[in-house]
């Protein structure tokens, strides 16, 4: 998608702070970060919103999970926990249309965090 932020992230139009990449998978730092651990993992595939999931995503969805853990295991945060969200739509706050995952640790998480 061309106007699509997080898709020019993906072709390193736009930079970022990567901590995990494979073919189909990008996981980088959050800009503006709610807890000292704020990552988020996006599929390099565009899609607009959890919604726009596909019968096709689910082995990829999946995959994002299993790189969640594994990138939690990597920034230490395993065993005090971590919360994942998935904003869709406007009711949620959604800002970004391309599917992504926040990995958000570090310290106790409050009950609204992003
Ligand atoms: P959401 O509100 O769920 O759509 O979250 C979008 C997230 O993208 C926010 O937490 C932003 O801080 C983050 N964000 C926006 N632009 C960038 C960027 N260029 N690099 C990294 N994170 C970004
Ligand atoms: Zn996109």
Known sequence: MDNC??????KGEIPSTKVYE???IL?????NP???VHIL???????????DMQKEDEILVGKI????NKIAEEQGVKENGFRVIV???RDAGQEVMHLHFHLI?????GEKIV
């Open 5 to 10: 932020l997080f898709c020019k992230i993906v």
């Open 22 to 24: 494979d073919n189909e």
């Open 27 to 31: 996981a980088f730092k959050d800009i």
């Open 34 to 36: 709610a807890a000292p």
């Open 41 to 51: 993992v996006i599929p390099k595939k565009h899609i607009a919103s959890l919604i």
């Open 65 to 68: 999970y299993t790189v969640i």
């Open 87 to 89: 904003n869709c739509g």
């Open 105 to 109: 640790a570090g310290t106790k998480l």
